[in-house]
């Protein structure tokens, strides 16, 4: 079965500084989708970035990048110039093929986020 | 405004109690799911249904139950909640099979006493 690990579960980071949260997954797929969810304290779930296995570039969304390693099954996300509004619970997710027609969204436990000011 | 409308956003009940908590969403999805966050565990997945009367059992299906009548709802049913199941829930649909972001409703909040 698919898992996603978070080793993480809390990181600080300075205002305007990088912090680069990890990710790993187990998987014996080839085609599979890889997310990153950002959860503030309004706990409502929002997108940051996703990740097609099959693409061999890492996706970006402005401060936002991921490093895809697909042999080493990992899965980071990056922020760059870090800001107040990015304190938030992260997870990391996994969507699997189970079988034609059918899959699953596979979750991390999460990392807690703090930046300082 | 395509949106998952979840209800209600905070539940109290006791045990035995039967309860639904609603989902609804606008956008025409074909995949629609339920997930339960808790602390340390992170979201673990309950049900989820691939379209009309399609329904199949997540990672955490014990004391819970579904229903996918119509394309737009998928309630989950407590039939006889327990303190265990004391637990953030989260609804959440996506298009379909393409990899589409999961779109969430603003989950419901449950304590049963």
């Known amino acids: 079965a698919q898992t996603v690990t978070q080793s993480q579960p809390e990181m600080s980071v300075q205002e305007a500084e990088t912090v680069t949260l990890s990710c790993t997954y187990d998987?014996?797929?080839?085609?599979?989708?890889l997310f990153w969810y950002k959860q503030p304290p309004s706990r409502q779930m929002i997108l940051v970035i996703r990740?097609?296995?099959?693409?061999?570039q890492n996706a970006t969304e402005n401060r936002f990048s991921v490093n895809f390693q697909k042999a080493a099954k990992s899965f980071s996300l990056k922020i760059s110039d870090s800001q107040l509004g990015d304190a938030a619970m992260y997870f990391c997710?996994?969507?699997?093929?189970?079988?034609?027609?059918?899959?699953?969204?596979?979750f991390g436990t999460g990392t807690r986020l703090k930046v300082l000011a | 405004e395509a949106q998952v409308t979840q209800n209600p956003r905070y539940l109290i009940t006791v045990t035995g109690k039967k309860l639904t908590v609603t989902c609804s969403q606008n956008?025409?999805?074909?995949?629609m799911s339920w997930y339960r966050q808790d602390p340390g565990l992170g979201l673990r997945q309950i049900y989820y249904?691939?379209?009309?009367?399609?329904?199949d059992k997540g990672d955490v299906p014990e004391g819970y139950k579904v229903s996918r009548k119509e394309k737009r709802n998928f309630p989950l049913i407590l039939e006889s909640p327990s303190p265990n199941q004391t637990s953030l829930y989260f609804c959440?649909?996506?298009?379909?099979?393409?990899?589409?972001?999961?779109?969430f409703g603003s989950g419901t909040q449950l304590s049963v006493l």
């Open positions: 959440a649909s996506s298009l379909g099979p393409l990899g589409e972001k999961l779109f």
């Open positions: 998987t014996s797929e080839s085609d599979y989708y």
């Open positions: 990740q097609e296995a099959y693409k061999q």
């Open positions: 997710a996994y969507r699997s093929l189970i079988t034609s027609g059918t899959y699953k969204y596979i």
């Open positions: 956008m025409n999805h074909e995949y």
């Open positions: 249904s691939m379209n009309v009367e399609v329904t």
